[in-house]
T-cell receptor
Framework: GIQVEQSPPDLILQEGANSTLRCNFSDSVNNLQWFHQNPWGQLINLFYIPSGTKQNGRLSATTVATERYSLLYISSSQTTDSGVYFCAVRNFGNEKLTFGTGTRLTIIP | DADVTQTPRNRITKTGKRIMLECSQTKGHDRMYWYRQDPGLGLRLIYYSFDVKDINKGEISDGYSVSRQAQAKFSLSLESAIPNQTALYFC????FGGGADTQYFGPGTRLTVL
């Protein structure tokens, strides 16, 4: 099946810093989503982005489908950004999403 | 009210017991999913359903069964719980309209099997 690798596995930053999270995948995809799992366990969908660039406030994401990677940018980090960020992909001919193992982001006040 | 709800939110049970986790949604989505999350791992798909008459196994369906009682309800059963089924369980829904198939998750059920 398709492989999804996220990096870095852990990231600790000071409040106000910017960060870039990466998701590499091993096959062509027709669906790519970024999720944030907050410290209470709730999973929130951030972006549906199989290709191109999207922005939502301080967050933006870019997927370069031809090179099989996606980036999630977080600018001016706040403590509420802490949690685990997951990338999930679906490749052609498959009906299910495959999740990466996540990047744990900790924002220090 | 939350769009995707799960009951119970926490459950402690003993090995060999039958457990049912329930999921309800008010989003009107046809597609529903059950995932489990283990520490340090991503989410793994247990079962999914694209409509009331459609049930499909995911990557880790052994030891689990599901029932899609209505468009809005999808329940997960552990017929005889074992300790390695201790995990955080999530229900999700999605709407394939427009091809996006964006997934929306419930709050999760933390299950401990002693």
């Amino acid at each position: 099946g398709i492989q999804v690798e996220q990096s870095p596995p852990d990231l600790i930053l000071q409040e106000g810093a910017n960060s870039t999270l990466r998701c590499n995948f091993s096959d062509s995809v027709n669906n790519l989503q970024w999720f944030h799992q907050n410290p209470w366990g709730q999973l929130i969908n951030l972006f549906y982005i199989p290709s191109g660039t999207k922005q939502n406030g301080r967050l933006s994401a870019t997927t370069v489908a031809t090179e099989r990677y996606s980036l999630l940018y977080i600018s001016s980090s706040q403590t509420t950004d802490s949690g685990v960020y997951f990338c999930a992909v679906r490749n052609f001919g498959n009906e299910k999403l495959t999740f990466g193992t996540g990047t744990r982001l900790t924002i220090i006040p | 009210d939350a769009d995707v709800t799960q009951t119970p939110r926490n459950r402690i049970t003993k090995t060999g017991k039958r457990i049912m986790l329930e999921c309800s949604q008010t989003k009107g989505h046809d597609r529903m999913y059950w995932y489990r999350q283990d520490p340090g791992l991503g989410l793994r798909l247990i079962y999914y359903s694209f409509d009331v008459k459609d049930i499909n196994k995911g990557e880790i369906s052994d030891g689990y069964s599901v029932s899609r009682q209505a468009q809005a309800k999808f329940s997960l059963s552990l017929e005889s719980a074992i300790p390695n089924q201790t995990a955080l369980y999530f229900c999700a829904t999605s709407d394939f309209g427009g091809g996006a198939d964006t997934q929306y998750f419930g709050p999760g059920t933390r299950l401990t099997v002693l």
